[in-house]
Structures are given as structure tokens and as C-alpha cells.
């Protein structure tokens, strides 16, 4: 029995606007008050999406977050009617009108921290909601995540954040690897952290390695097949504030730039053995080096935040890299990914417009959480999450319809672009929630 990475995707929101609220993200930050595209935004991730089902994985869709979160306003102190609260907000602290118009919850990578089953002492799938205590805009999304990944499934445990404030923060899957082989057996967990010496310059690091001990207790893990691993603090104030903007990782293969990680050699001679140990396999180990691609670029492009899909009707075949349009514009990141296909570790590239996506910060790999679960699991998953056809023609025709193509953060204090925005996000989640589709019985 073999273990298939289901892709879960939330189609981005029509609030979607570059706010610039991104902690140590230096994409956000630079187009901060840029004209953005919701519109774009939501059929170039739905594009994405396309792709991966069209390798057979299986391809779950989330709707957007309500946005904007007028009761997280009115809990900061904007009183009066839906017209005064979204007024004065603008007026007096557009950066908090900003947060609660964010549509940061479409990067789900950050959505949670997932183990299989197989990891965990109870064989039970788990996941922790990612706390984002990092960042004012990302923190109100964990309650609605949590809501919509249990309506996802109840075949797995799904866990509310880790508490404890700023000392706990946790960014979810983006900061975690697992390394495995395709089958449904034990395999390695490895999490990154920021917090500690030796500490960045410029930024603040958004993974704290005590959350990531907790997470690791509360899903029963072996501890020794648990690795922590220090992100390299010129990483984080390169602008990888996230470890998946400098390292990726799929079954036996983990590739990372020279400076990801704050670590000697010994630490992954140990994580080598361990995964021969487990697997009977040998890891395919690969370190890019500044010289071939320089951390600047490596955040320039994000790389490594590519999307790694194995197709699961051809489990024994190399995965499939999914790389964002940068990639295949930047000579030396683009001649790295053929090398990779040349020597086997994967069997082709698809390269796929984010624009809007990669303006705010965020890759192909972003954009998805990805949940490893055994065959019959996966086949048992209710078929109206999952991408078909009819529902991406049904999509496509909802965004085009509601959303538009030019937002400025102005807009977001008007009154008729709040209710418009109501009107589109409940569109999109009645028709992700219909129970059956004529074309796909």
C-alpha cells in the first residue's frame, strides 16, 4: 500500500491586495500599495491546480477566507454600522484595514502541520493548525482553517494551535519536510526553526523551535525519527522567512541552498543513515551552492518553493517539479531544474504563471498543503472537494463574474466592494459545497 500526498489549494479572494504586512517577506514589503489583480490572482492559482490534478494527484479546493473580517475590526475598537467600521478604519489605521481584507490565507502551506498516520503512535493522520502569531493579518485566519479543514475529512485529527503566544509562534508545513519512501511506512520529520543563536540581523524569525517540540509531542512521533534543524539567519533576512523559500524535500529527496541551515555536515551524515535505516533507500542529498545560485536569487525566483508531485498511478516514476514562470526566466535556476531532470530526480518540469502570487510572496509550493495518506483513504474522500473539470469551468465562470481586476487599497473601505466581496466568497463556497455535478457521475 502506497501513501498519496493529497494537495489541498484555497482558491484565492477577492480581496486579494498587496498590503505589505508580510513579516521579513521582502516581496511583499517592495509592492506594498501596488494596484493588484484578484481576478488574476484566483484563475492563476486555479490554473495551478489544473496542473496538478492533471498528474492524477489528488487536488482538494478550499474557498477563500471571509474578507473583510469586520469583526476583527470591531474588536479593535471601529464601532458603528458596516459603513462607519470600514470608514474609519481607512481613515485612522489603514494597515489594520489592510489585515482584515488579507487573503494570506490562500498561501495553505502555512495553513497546518501534517504527519501521516504511519509517523505517529496511534496511526492517525494529524494536523496542527498553524498559529501565525507572527504576523497581525495571518493570526485570524487559524479559527476558519481549522473549521474548513474538519469539514474536509473525518479521517484525520485535526488540532487546534499551539498556545502561548509570540514564544510559540508556528508558520505550519512550510517550515517542516518529510522524508519517506512512497510507501506507507514510517518516515523522518524534520522541523525548522528560526528562534535562537545564532540569531538574524535584519529580521524576526517566524518559527520557534518550542512549538515545533510541541507539535512533535502531540503527534506522538518517534524522537528518533525527529530532526530540528536552525534555519541560517542569513537566510531569514535574505527573505526566506519561511524555510520552503530556500529548501525542498519529496520522499527520498531533500535540496537546499548552501545557506538554508545553520548545521554541520554530521547532522545530515545522521539524517542519511537514519533514512537507510528506515527506507533501505539512500537519500538523494543535493546542496546548491552560492556560487551556482546565489541566495538573493534563490528568494528572487523561490526556486526551491517549487511544487513536487509524484504521480500516484506511477508511483515508481520520478516525481514532477512545478516551478514558477521566474524560474524559467532565470538562467542559472532554470538550468539547475534540467539538470535535476537529466539526472533522474525528476521526470519533467511544468513551469506556471503566479504573478500575483509571487508579488506577496508566495510560489507554487506556497500555495498548497500537502496531507499524506494511505490509498484507501484517499479513495474514500468526499469527490465534491476534489478538482473535476466542471467545477474548475464553474469556478473560472464565478471569478470572472465577481471579481475584479484592479483593486487599491482604497477600495477595500467602500462600502458596495465589502458586500460584493460577501456576494463572491459565498458564490464560490456554495458551489464547492454542491453534492453533485451532472459531468463528472
Known amino acids: 500500500m502506497n501513501l498519496i500526498e493529497a494537495q489541498v489549494d484555497r482558491i484565492v479572494g477577492p480581496t486579494h491586495h498587496f498590503g505589505g504586512l508580510g ?10 500599495g501596488q494596484i493588484s489583480n484578484p481576478q488574476a490572482a484566483a484563475l492563476q492559482g486555479l490554473e495551478k491546480m489544473r496542473t496538478v490534478a492533471t498528474l492524477g494527484a489528488p487536488q482538494l479546493i478550499l474557498p477563500p477566507q471571509p474578507r473583510p473580517d469586520l469583526e476583527f475590526l470591531r474588536a479593535l475598537g471601529f464601532g458603528g454600522t458596516d459603513t462607519d467600521v470600514l470608514r474609519r478604519a ?14 494570506s ?5 502555512n495553513a ?20 501565525l502569531h507572527a504576523s497581525i493579518h495571518r493570526a485570524i485566519e487559524s479559527e476558519q482553517t481549522w473549521n474548513d479543514l474538519q469539514a474536509l475529512s473525518k479521517l484525520w485529527r485535526i488540532h487546534r494551535p499551539v498556545p502561548g503566544g509570540a514564544a510559540m509562534r508556528d508558520e505550519g508545513a512550510a517550515n517542516h519536510m518529510r522524508l519517506g519512501s512512497p510507501r506507507n511506512e514510517p518516515g523522518l520529520n524534520i522541523f525548522v526553526f528560526g528562534d535562537g543563536d545564532p540569531r538574524p540581523i535584519t529580521h524576526w524569525p517566524r518559527q520557534s523551535r518550542s ?20 534555519q541560517h539567519p542569513a537566510a531569514i533576512d535574505a527573505g526566506a522567512f519561511h524555510n520552503d523559500v530556500v529548501a525542498m524535500s519529496h520522499q527520498h529527496v531533500l535540496i537546499h541552498h548552501e545557506f538554508a541551515f545553520s548545521e554541520n555536515e554530521s547532522t545530515f551524515q545522521r539524517l542519511g543513515l ?26 528572487r525566483t523561490y526556486l526551491f518553493n517549487s511544487q513536487i508531485v509524484s504521480r500516484p498511478n506511477a508511483p515508481e516514476q520520478p516525481p514532477v517539479i512545478i516551478c514558477a514562470a521566474q524560474v524559467e526566466s532565470h538562467s542559472g535556476a532554470r538550468s539547475l531544474v534540467q539538470s535535476w531532470c537529466e539526472a533522474g530526480i525528476f521526470d519533467e518540469v511544468h513551469f506556471v504563471n503566479l504573478d500575483q ?41 464565478l471569478i470572472r463574474k465577481h471579481y475584479v481586476s484592479e483593486l487599491r487599497l482604497e477600495d477595500l473601505a467602500r462600502i458596495e466592494f465589502y458586500r460584493d466581496a460577501c456576494r463572491a466568497h459565498d458564490h464560490i463556497a456554495a458551489s464547492l459545497h454542491k453534492k453533485t455535478r451532472e459531468s463528472d457521475r
Not at 105 to 109: E, L, Y
Request: contains cysteine; proline residues 5%; aromatic residues 6%.
Open 23 to 32: 513579516v521579513g517577506n521582502l516581496a511583499s514589503m517592495e509592492h506594498a
Open 90 to 103: 481607512y481613515n485612522e489605521a489603514p494597515q489594520l484595514l489592510s489585515a482584515a481584507a488579507s487573503c
Open 105 to 109: 490565507a490562500m498561501w495553505t502551506a
Open 112 to 131: 497546518a502541520t501534517v504527519t501521516p498516520g504511519v509517523d505517529s503512535g496511534d496511526q492517525v493522520t494529524r494536523l496542527t493548525v498553524a498559529n
Open 211 to 230: 512549538a515545533y517540540e510541541a507539535i512533535a509531542r502531540r503527534h506522538e512521533l518517534s524522537p528518533e525519527d525527529v530532526f530540528f534543524i536552525k
Open 274 to 299: 537514519r533514512f537507510q535505516q528506515l527506507t533501505g533507500a539512500k537519500l538523494v542529498h543535493v546542496v546548491v551552492s552560492e556560487k551556482d545560485l546565489s541566495l538573493a536569487d534563490a528568494v
Open 357 to 397: 502570487s509571487m508579488l506577496g510572496g508566495g510560489g507554487p509550493a506556497c500555495l498548497r498543503l500537502r496531507v499524506p495518506l494511505p490509498e484507501e483513504v484517499v479513495n474514500s474522500m468526499d469527490a465534491t472537494v476534489m478538482w473535476s473539470p466542471s467545477l474548475d469551468a464553474e469556478l473560472r465562470e
